[in-house]
């Protein structure tokens, strides 16, 4: 096993909760903002359905109110994590929540944006920290000699099936064949990897942001279309940090990046088909999601010093394994709309947070 990495002051599991403002879909419904949300206290209020009952009161970490700029939730989600991630922790950033709520807006930014754009989300970011720090480091370690490899693979769980985005050998294809598909094995010192994944080797910031836009294009070039595909897929960015020095030997970090398919998709098991069948695997695995995250935390702990934690439910919660728990630092972000015209998802999401707290 690798020696422990320095000690973190990033608690194990965080969740966030992220507003977006009320869109024009949402106004032309009558929607009204109905969130009443206290960033002191770190709260959320949510009307109820009836006048009599009293509101829903949730609980985060932090709250993001719908004017909350991407910088912000860098600097107080995802910041810490890259450090970790440098001092060899695995860590996890995960966006959950109804299509249209802000998932890719927080991990991504508008479509192919640039590092200077300060709508630019969490990923672009990251690439910036992570190699600014990286210079430091090595500016620090002088005369030591100091290696350093970043490596990025980029995958989609679709109907339970893991799909390499930067494997361009072959196009997505409507069945994704047998061939296509990647398996997730364990090593013997338990670290959890995709076998013949894709990892591309990134040198600077700009060569992460290109494997991204790599997976973007094969993702839309799929059958289905980009909105409609990315909607009932999870995307998976997975960056990984070797360092070696003369003096610490070698230290090696994770950082998964996780987009997850729209949580809405789990409710419309009325439709047949195809779409049941998505439903149903979206459905499987944000609920295996959230048990896992609820296994880790300490509430849940009390009674039993080593909890049944179920990764093996879903590939999503089995790839994150030894990413979700021990050692490792996970963020949970929900994102919701404050709109009335929505609020029953922002119920289900912001509950789907709470349990996970
Ligand atoms: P999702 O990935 O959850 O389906 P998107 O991130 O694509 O949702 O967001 C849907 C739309 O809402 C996009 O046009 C995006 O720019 C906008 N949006 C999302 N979050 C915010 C926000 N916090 N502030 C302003 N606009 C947002
Ligand atoms: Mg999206």
Same mark, same amino acid.
């Given at each position: 096993?690798?020696?422990?990495?320095?000690?973190?002051?990033?608690?194990? $599991?965080?969740?966030?909760?992220?507003?977006?403002?009320?869109?024009?879909?949402? /106004?032309?419904?009558?929607?009204? /903002?109905?969130?009443?949300? +206290?960033?002191?206290?770190?709260? $959320?209020?949510?009307?109820?359905?009836?006048?009599?009952? !009293?509101?829903?009161?949730?609980?985060?970490?932090?709250?993001?109110?719908? #004017?909350?700029?991407?910088? *912000?939730?860098?600097?107080?989600?995802?910041?810490?994590?890259?450090?970790?991630?440098? +001092?060899?922790?695995?860590?996890?950033?995960?966006?959950?929540?109804?299509?249209?709520?802000?998932?890719?807006?927080?991990? *991504?930014? !508008?479509?192919?944006?640039?590092?200077?754009?300060?709508?630019?989300?969490?990923?672009?970011?990251?690439?910036?920290?992570?190699?600014?720090?990286?210079?430091?480091?090595?500016?620090?370690?002088?005369?030591?000699?100091?290696?350093?490899?970043v490596t990025m693979s980029v995958i989609e769980i679709y109907l339970e099936k893991i799909v390499d985005l930067l494997d361009t050998s072959s196009p997505l294809s409507k069945k994704n064949g047998?061939?296509?598909?990647?398996?997730?094995?364990?090593?013997?010192?338990?670290?959890?990897?995709?076998?013949?994944?894709?990892?591309?080797?990134? #040198?600077? !910031?700009?060569?992460?942001?290109?494997?991204?836009?790599?997976?973007?294009?094969?993702r839309s070039t799929g059958a289905h279309s980009m909105n409609a595909r990315s909607s009932r897929s999870h995307l998976v960015a997975i960056i990984t940090i070797t360092q070696k020095t003369s003096?610490?030997?070698?230290?090696?970090?994770?950082?998964? &990046?996780?987009?997850?398919?729209?949580?809405?998709?789990?409710?419309?098991?009325?439709?047949?088909?195809?779409?049941?069948?998505?439903?149903?695997? &979206?459905?499987?695995?944000?609920?295996?999601?959230? /048990?896992? &995250?609820?296994?880790?935390?300490? $509430?849940?702990? +009390?009674?039993?010093?080593?909890?049944?934690?179920?990764?093996?439910? @879903?590939?999503?919660?089995?790839?994150?394994?030894?990413?979700?728990?021990?050692?490792?630092?996970?963020?949970? &972000?929900?994102?919701?709309?404050?709109?009335?015209?929505?609020? @029953?998802?922002?119920?289900?999401?912001?509950?789907?947070? #709470?349990?996970?707290?």
């Amino acid at each position: 096993r690798a020696p422990s990495p320095a000690p973190s002051s990033t608690p194990s $599991v965080q969740v966030f909760c992220r507003f977006r403002p009320q869109n024009s879909i949402e /106004n032309s419904h009558a929607g009204v /903002n109905c969130v009443k949300s +206290n960033q002191t206290s770190c709260t $959320v209020m949510l009307p109820n359905a009836q006048e009599s009952d !009293p509101e829903q009161i949730f609980t985060f970490d932090r709250v993001f109110a719908p #004017n909350s700029t991407q910088e *912000e939730i860098f600097d107080k989600v995802v910041s810490s994590l890259v450090d970790d991630s440098l +001092n060899g922790y695995n860590c996890t950033v995960i966006a959950y929540g109804q299509t249209g709520s802000g998932k890719t807006h927080t991990m *991504e930014g !508008p479509p192919n944006c640039d590092f200077s754009d300060p709508e630019s989300g969490v990923l672009p970011r990251v690439a910036t920290k992570l190699f600014s720090t990286v210079a430091n480091r090595r500016t620090e370690l002088k005369e030591t000699a100091f290696e350093c490899a970043v490596t990025m693979s980029v995958i989609e769980i679709y109907l339970e099936k893991i799909v390499d985005l930067l494997d361009t050998s072959s196009p997505l294809s409507k069945k994704n064949g047998d061939s296509e598909l990647l398996r997730i094995r364990e090593d013997t010192s338990g670290s959890v990897y995709l076998e013949g994944v894709v990892e591309h080797v990134i #040198n600077d !910031p700009s060569g992460l942001l290109k494997c991204l836009g790599d997976a973007s294009q094969k993702r839309s070039t799929g059958a289905h279309s980009m909105n409609a595909r990315s909607s009932r897929s999870h995307l998976v960015a997975i960056i990984t940090i070797t360092q070696k020095t003369s003096t610490t030997g070698t230290t090696s970090g994770k950082l998964y &990046i996780c987009d997850l398919a729209g949580s809405e998709t789990v409710r419309k098991t009325g439709a047949g088909g195809k779409r049941l069948k998505e439903a149903q695997a &979206i459905n499987r695995s944000l609920s295996a999601l959230g /048990n896992v &995250i609820k296994a880790l935390t300490p $509430v849940d702990n +009390n009674n039993s010093s080593n909890p049944h934690v179920p990764y093996r439910d @879903s590939k999503l919660t089995r790839l994150l394994q030894d990413s979700l728990g021990g050692n490792a630092k996970t963020a949970l &972000i929900v994102t919701c709309s404050v709109s009335s015209y929505n609020v @029953s998802e922002t119920m289900s999401t912001l509950r789907f947070g #709470n349990r996970a707290k």
